[in-house]
């Protein structure tokens, strides 16, 4: 059973930064692709940025230069650093895996990332 747990999420001021980490238990292979969708009140899941066990990485272009995203492949753990931080970017943040040996997604259950203008 895989698991994903998301941790880093919390209130900053218009300009701050927030680094959120998320720590999957469980089988997911080395070949996977890791990475963060958000969704904020009333609107659609976003993809955010992505990586891959390679260290390949994509990003939406309204985060492009703010965020970053890495990973440690030997604690099975993504994070995202954001800096220069908008009120736009209020949402729930979610952390996923995808397995592809199994097609499968796995999703965390979000933390919560509010800045305030």
């Known amino acids: 059973q895989v698991q994903l747990v998301e941790s880093g999420g919390g209130l900053v001021q218009a300009g701050g930064s927030l680094r959120l980490s998320c720590a999957a238990s469980?089988?997911?292979?080395?070949?996977?692709?890791m990475g963060w969708y958000r969704q904020a009140p009333g609107k659609q899941r976003d993809l955010v940025a992505t990586?891959?066990?390679?260290?390949?990485?994509n990003y939406a272009d309204s985060v492009k230069g703010r965020f970053t995203i890495s990973r440690d492949n030997a604690k099975n753990t993504v994070y995202l650093q954001m800096n220069s931080l908008k009120p736009e970017d209020t949402a729930v943040y979610f952390c996923?895996?995808?397995?592809?040996?199994?097609?499968?997604?796995?999703w965390g259950k979000g933390t919560l990332v509010t800045v305030s203008s």
């Open positions: 996923y895996v995808f397995v592809p040996v199994r097609a499968i997604y796995y």
């Open positions: 469980g089988s997911i292979f080395s070949i996977n692709v």
């Open positions: 990586i891959t066990s390679g260290g390949s990485t």
